[in-house]
């Protein structure tokens, strides 16, 4: 795998910290932070929303992966993001959704142009999906095979079915671009897929590449894991 693993007692609160540790830095408006979905993802927006005095308002916020469905839907990742940590921090400086409404295809060109233009992507947040997958860069979909670094962001589904929706998402290239890369990992029900990760199987999070890559996982993820591979 790639980068380092830390165990922490609480990864929204870890999370919290590291982001909030970046952004205070921030001076220039425009800083790109791309955010994610899931239960994991959810927690850790909260535990940002309650950080103070961090400057939103340099802030670009951008989407890392999306379901093509309504902004409004539930299933939405820019709704959770939204409910969780915007509505509660307030304005930023951009608020880019990934997706709106019409083909994934075309979705995923108009992110493209939007996010090619970026010296870098500043920090991306990823999750691990119990298949392996992260984004969604699910196994064996479309995705998993790009190689062109200069495509960023794509449409793509899970061959397998096991998540629903079309969707859109960065792909590895637009990954390693990022100044920073936190991948945050919770529970049990990410054991299995962390153990892969960590042991170099071919599953999609095992890709993941950056100059800064951190893995924050707490002990039910780890497990039994080899604690010489914990920072």
Not at 53 to 61: E, S
Not at 87 to 101: E, F, W
Not at 143 to 165: F, I, K, M, W
Not at 210 to 220: R, T
Request: negative net charge; charged residues 15%.
């Amino acid at each position: 795998m790639n980068g380092t693993v830390r165990l922490v007692p609480s990864v929204p609160e870890a999370f919290a910290d590291l982001v909030a540790a970046v952004l205070a830095k921030v001076t220039t408006p425009g800083y790109p932070l791309f955010l994610s979905g899931g239960g994991t993802a959810l927690e850790c927006y909260r535990a940002l929303a309650a950080r103070p005095g961090l400057p939103w308002d340099v802030v670009d916020v951008f989407v890392g992966d999306e379901r093509c469905v309504p902004t409004d839907d539930p299933d939405a990742n820019h709704r959770m993001i939204s409910e969780t940590l915007l509505d509660v921090v307030g304005p930023v400086h951009a608020d880019h959704p990934m997706y709106r409404s019409g083909p994934p295809a075309a979705a995923a060109t108009a992110y493209q142009d939007l996010v090619a233009g970026l010296p870098d992507l500043g920090l991306i947040h990823l999750g691990l999906g119990p298949d392996g997958h992260t984004a969604s860069l699910f196994p064996g979909s479309p995705a998993c095979s790009v190689t062109d670094p200069s495509l960023l962001v794509v449409d793509n589904v899970d061959p397998h079915g096991a998540n629903p929706h079309e969707r859109v998402t960065l792909t590895f290239a637009a990954i390693a671009r990022a100044a920073h890369t936190v991948v945050t990992v919770s529970g049990t029900s990410k054991h299995r897929a962390l153990a892969r990760v960590m042991a170099g199987d071919d599953v999609p999070a095992t890709r993941v590449t950056g100059p800064d890559v951190l893995w924050l996982v707490d002990a039910d993820a780890l497990g039994d894991l080899a604690a010489d591979q914990v920072a």
